[in-house]
């Protein structure tokens, strides 16, 4: 069985950084795309940013200049390094992969963890 586990979030002030970071365990062989999403109250779930097994990102304009995503393969890990943050980043974060486990081809999702900007 394959986990993701976010941690890193946290309260935060605006203009401040935070590091989230996203565990995958289990029994993986492959881990292609990873991915940043976002959640706030009343809102739909929102991509933020890819990164491929190559290293290939790709940002939503929301963040671009501001978040940085990256990945360290030898532990089945994304990053998501946010800096200027705003009271608008507020909202769950979650992470996808894209994960092969010897059988099954599938997205992962983990649990999500709450970051929170004060103004």
């Known amino acids: 069985q394959v986990q993701l586990v976010e941690s890193g979030g946290g309260l935060v002030q605006a203009g401040g950084s935070l590091r989230l970071s996203c565990a995958a365990s289990?029994?993986?062989?492959?881990?292609?795309?990873m991915r940043w999403f976002r959640q706030a109250p009343g809102k739909q779930r929102e991509l933020l940013a890819t990164?491929?097994?190559?290293?290939?990102?790709n940002y939503a304009d929301s963040v671009k200049g501001r978040f940085t995503i990256s990945r360290d393969n030898a532990k089945n890990t994304v990053y998501l390094q946010m800096n200027s943050l705003k009271p608008e980043d507020a909202a769950v974060y979650y992470c996808?992969?894209?994960?092969?486990?010897?059988?099954?081809?599938?997205?992962?999702w983990g649990s999500g963890t709450q970051v929170t900007v004060s103004s």
């Open positions: 996808n992969a894209d994960i092969f486990d010897s059988s099954t081809f599938r997205t992962y």
């Open positions: 990164i491929t097994r190559g290293d290939t990102t």
């Open positions: 289990g029994s993986i062989v492959n881990i292609n795309a």
